[in-house]
């Protein structure tokens, strides 16, 4: 449940902050993914990491496409 809620989470947060992003959308001024992930991966140990690792994966492949 963990896993799933943070990678849900992660991916929400990550493809609404590349709305934002400098064209041609490969960076973007905020990230709060980032603190997302680092707060999951803190308080949740290695389901947050697996979580956030998940929701980058879903980040990058909506990038790519």
């Known amino acids: ?3 799933a809620v943070t990678a849900l ?3 929400v947060v990550g493809v609404l902050a ?3 992003a400098i064209a041609p959308g490969y960076a973007s001024p905020l990230y709060p993914s980032a603190g997302l992930g680092l707060a999951a991966a803190l308080v949740f140990g290695r ?3 697996t979580g956030v690792f998940i929701g980058a994966m ?3 492949i909506t ?3």
Do not use: P
């Open 9 to 11: 989470a992660y991916a």
């Open 47 to 49: 389901a947050g990491v």
């Open 63 to 65: 990038l790519g496409g």
């Open 58 to 60: 879903v980040v990058n």
């Open 1 to 3: 449940m963990i896993i």
């Open 18 to 20: 590349l709305m934002v």
